[in-house]
């Protein structure tokens, strides 16, 4: 069969995708630069052809916590927003954590903070990948840098988010969330029926049936030791999510310093190995696609090999320090970003590694 | 005739009352004399007359009930405070055929969770919301609720609420009646057996909206005490809420279907 190929937005991907991938329900709040996700599924009403909820919530808060509640009904329900809707979020996503729900959630990042620009940005890594919310937990963090990604995404993300049963955030920007590129859909998936859920997922609040006790879903633990027994778990989990890492490494083999980037980011430092590479300076990309679990292994390898690494940001610099923590010492890893929605360039991405890294 | 023994009369025929199987054994952690243990034992009893354990998902909130879970004997979810009626839109949505309610203090319905609750009812989800107002916030030891009285002592005011400082209790069953999406509301109490009776009533009522008629939320508030909170016996509890409480919070039905 030919493979069916659409021009898409980057959030416009996202909204297919989860119809095709048997989304049971989006729950979502407008907000630029992200409104198109759930202005295309209303468009589509998905409710007439799968029976996929689609629901325009009261406020980010009621949002994630209508995730919450149909995650623990075992089905794949999904939220989006971008940063400062992803802000009031964050209770809710630290409850998902502590009561172990699956769940998907788009934050197509703008600058920050406070209500800062709706200009794209990377600034809420950070709050992506170390926690966000309250308490020690850890999300899947999938960083796309195509509208391509955005779409294979949304079934990765939910994959990942029943496998460990912990949210999974795609953390795009305003860059990959609104630009328009070639997408290659998949076959529709049906949507688990009741029965499927029931046996897949035996710990959902399906209703109690004669033959098991009551399901209970709660992030509640009166008692320290079994919060502190429940920590454990949650972060052995979390240890057991590295095996799930990826990465991408582009022109690795010879290079003598390496680009660090993810999103959008790291599609412009492709086109600054070119005009590096014009000039001599023998440099590689190694792209984050799993910022949680964070490529350390590889980044680690690197550091024995090459003279030096760039991290480049749409930040303050965040990821830099990861990468510090990652290379112990082995090699000198600088910070070169944007900030407030301006995108880097190019060229000044190479000037920033010759005077950084080269130069110094 | 032979003397009638202890055995003579405990017997299966003689029954006239029993614990409910949908009420687990684990004692109710909630003080003596309260209201919520008895609010748990009615709504479960109607789950389990109406035959639907199976079907019914239940939510707690951030409150002294927050271990309902604990003691009702159904699959159930535990929400962050005041979030209760947004989990509740999404497991009906989902599960349109099981039995969704929400159980949720006055702190956590009136006052934290005042948007989810509004908005869940004026989108006329077909759940039924358990509002327990005890005018106070009874778990986190007696704080000032949006429901509490006029000159009504709470830890958060010492010396009575004052209403041109703290602002006026918040009657929201008779607003959330304004709403197109409330389908049937009220208000009921669970202190004495006549109450118990009325109020098991109007859980059944709900219960039978959501299942057969299907047109909106059912919001039954139940006008209880916080014996602990309020700093009383829980006789004396009972009689100052209906001296009190129920002249401004009254009993009866808010809104009936046409
Ligand atoms: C976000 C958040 N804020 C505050 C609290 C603390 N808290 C727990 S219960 C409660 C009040 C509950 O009062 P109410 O809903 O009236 O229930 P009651 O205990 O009286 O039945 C508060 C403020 C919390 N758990 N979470
Ligand atoms: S503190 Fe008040 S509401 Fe809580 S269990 Fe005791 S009497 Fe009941
Ligand atoms: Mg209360």
């Not at chain 1, 699956?102 to 709706?118: A, D, E, F, K, Q």
């Not at chain 1, 090699?331 to 890294?357: C, F, H, N, Q």
């Not at chain 2, 008895?38 to 354990?53: F, K, N, S």
Request: net charge neutral.
């Amino acid at each position: 069969m030919a493979k069916e190929l659409r021009l898409m937005k980057g959030n416009e991907a996202i909204a297919e995708a989860a119809i095709r991938a048997g989304a049971d329900a989006y729950f979502g709040y407008p907000i630029t630069p992200q409104s198109e996700v759930l202005e295309y599924l209303m468009g589509e009403k998905p409710y007439e052809k799968t029976g996929m909820v689609v629901l325009q919530a009261e406020s980010e808060v009621a949002a994630i916590n209508m995730v919450y509640g149909g995650a623990s009904c075992g089905r794949k329900v999904m939220t989006s927003s971008s940063s400062p809707g992803i802000s009031l979020k964050q209770e809710g996503i630290s409850y998902m954590a502590g009561a172990e729900l699956p769940g998907l959630i788009l934050n197509v990042v703008r600058g920050g903070p406070g209500l800062g620009t709706i200009q794209p940005s990377q600034s809420d890594y950070n709050q992506a990948v170390k926690g966000g919310g309250h308490g020690d937990y850890k999300l899947v963090v999938l960083a796309p840098a195509s509208v391509q990604e955005m779409y294979d995404f949304v079934e990765k993300g939910f994959e990942l988010s029943f496998k460990y049963r912990t949210p999974t955030m795609i953390l795009s920007d305003g860059v990959i969330g609104q630009m328009m590129e070639k997408v290659e859909l998949s076959e529709y998936k049906p949507r688990w029926t009741h029965e499927e859920v029931v046996k897949m997922h035996p710990w959902a609040t399906t209703g109690k049936t004669a033959d098991r006790e009551r399901n209970i879903i709660t992030s509640l633990n009166l008692q320290s030791d079994v919060q502190e027994e429940h920590n454990l778990k949650l972060q052995a989990k979390y240890k057991k999510m590295e095996e799930d890492v990826m990465f991408e490494e582009v022109m690795c083999d010879d290079a003598e310093y390496l680009f660090v980037a993810f999103g959008s980011s790291a599609r412009i430092c492709q086109k600054a190995i070119q005009n590096a590479r014009e000039k001599g300076i023998k440099v590689g990309l190694l792209r984050p696609i799993t910022l949680s679990p964070f490529p350390s292994v590889i980044i680690r390898k690197y550091a024995d090999k090459v003279k030096g690494m760039l991290s480049v940001e749409m930040n303050a610099g965040q990821m830099v320090h990861d990468i510090k923590l990652a290379v112990e010492g082995k090699t000198k890893v600088e910070y070169y970003g944007r900030m407030g929605g301006i995108i880097p360039i190019p060229s000044d991405i190479v000037k920033a590694l010759e005077t950084k890294l080269i130069g110094g | 005739m032979a003397e009638l023994t202890f055995q003579d009369i405990v017997k299966e025929e003689n029954l006239v009352y029993k614990k409910t199987s949908l009420l687990t054994d684990k004692a109710l952690s909630y003080c003596p004399g309260c209201g919520h243990g008895t609010a748990h034992r009615i709504l479960m009893e109607v789950i389990d007359e109406m035959g639907y354990q199976d079907k019914t998902v239940g939510v707690a909130p951030v409150g002294c009930s927050v271990l309902a879970y604990e003691f009702m004997n159904i699959d159930m979810q535990q929400a962050a405070h005041g979030r209760a009626p947004a989990l509740g839109t999404a497991i009906k949505r989902i599960m349109p055929n099981h039995f969704v309610f929400t159980y949720q203090g006055d702190g956590d319905l009136a006052a934290i969770g005042t948007a989810e609750t509004i908005h869940a009812i004026n989108r006329g989800e077909n759940i039924l919301i358990v509002f327990i107002n005890n005018g106070i916030y009874g778990m986190t030891g007696g704080q000032m609720a949006p429901t509490t009285l006029p000159n009504m002592k709470a830890s958060t005011c010492p010396f009575g609420r004052d209403v041109s400082i703290m602002g006026n209790p918040l009657r929201i069953t008779e607003l959330i009646a304004n709403l197109p999406g409330a389908y049937y509301v009220t208000r009921q109490a669970v202190h004495t057996p006549n109450n118990v009776r009325k109020a098991k009533k109007a859980l059944k009522k709900a219960f039978e909206y959501q299942m057969n008629v299907k047109k909106g939320t059912c919001f039954v508030e139940i006008v209880s005490n916080c014996n602990s909170g309020w700093k009383m016996t829980p006789v004396q509890a009972n009689k100052w809420m209906e001296d009190n409480m129920f002249p401004y919070y009254p009993l009866g039905d808010i809104k009936v279907p046409e």
